[in-house]
C-alpha cells in the first residue's frame, strides 16, 4: 500500500520541531551557564596568590609575603565559603542528602584551614622553614581537593543543578574580590 499524499503531511516534521523545542531550555541552559565556572577559574587565581607568598617567604621578604598571604586567604576562605554556604547546600538539596562527596570536601576545607593557622603564626614569627614546609603540604592537599571538585563534583553540580536560580551569579558574588 502506498502513501497517500496526506500521510506526507507536515505534521510529523511540527511534531518534531515541538519536540526539539520542548528539549530547548535545560540544553540551553546548560550552554549558556555553567553554574561552577567561576570556581574554577577562582581557584587558578588562588594557585596564583599562593604561588606570591610562596615566592616571597623564599626571599624572605616578609613585608611582601604579608600582604600576599593575606590576599591568598581572603581568596581562598571566601572560595569556601561560597561552596560551603551556597553550592553544597543546593546539591545536597537536590540529591537529597548531607552526608558523601560534599562532607568530604568540608572536610578537606578543615585541614587546609588548619595548614593557613600554621602559616600564620610561622608568617608572624619569621619561620620561612615552616612557613614553606606547611604550605607545601597545603599546596599538595589543594591541588588533590581542587582536582576531585573539578572532575567530580562540578560535573555533578553542574548536571543536576542547571536550572537552579542565579546560582552562577550568587558564587561569583561570594568569591569576587573586595
Ligand atoms: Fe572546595
Partial sequence: MGWSRQQFSLMPIKETLAGIAQNAPPFLAFMIMIITDPLRHHHRHCDD???????????????????????FTTELESHFTAEEQILFPAFEDAMGMSGGPTQVMRMEHGQMRGLLEQMAEALQSRRSGQFCSAGETLLILMQQHNFKEENILYPMCDQRLAESDGLAERLREKITIA
Fill in 49 to 71: 596568590l599562593f604561588a606570591d607568598a610562596e615566592a616571597a617567604a623564599n626571599s624572605n621578604d616578609w613585608p611582601c609575603c604579608a600582604e600576599a598571604f593575606g590576599r
